[in-house]
């Protein structure tokens, strides 16, 4: 069973930056893709991800505030969060995918206070 650990939420100002982590049980280049979502009632909205290629998507709203990024030597996965809005708040996962199915870590806390 994969484990996929988060840390570095908590609360910031808005303007502000956290970067978040997500450690890996096993090696990140397993997986197709790993990637950082955001829940939104109903449903968890990709924020962006990183293909085992190195190829990166963000959401339209990350993109020039948000950085995903990785080191294969720790087994993580980052995501740099810059001049944050109070619309970025919400419950984050860390995301492992591969043809066998998704895997989720247990999510991490963001706020942003205006």
């Known amino acids: 069973q994969v484990q996929l650990v988060e840390s570095g939420g908590g609360l910031v100002q808005a303007g502000g930056s956290l970067t978040l982590s997500c450690a890996a049980s096993?090696?990140?280049?397993?997986?197709?893709?790993m990637g950082w979502y955001r829940q939104a009632p109903g449903q968890r909205d990709l924020v962006a991800r990183i293909?085992?290629?190195?190829?990166?998507n963000y959401a339209d709203p990350a993109k020039g505030r948000f950085t995903i990024s990785r080191d294969g030597g720790l087994n993580t996965v980052y995501l740099r969060m810059n001049d944050l809005r109070s619309e970025d708040s919400g419950v984050y996962y860390c995301?492992?995918?591969?043809?066998?199915?998704?895997?989720w870590g247990q999510g991490i806390q963001v706020t942003v206070s205006s």
């Open positions: 293909s085992v290629g190195g190829t990166t």
């Open positions: 096993e090696s990140i280049f397993d997986f197709n893709y």
């Open positions: 995301n492992a995918n591969r043809l066998s199915g998704n895997h």
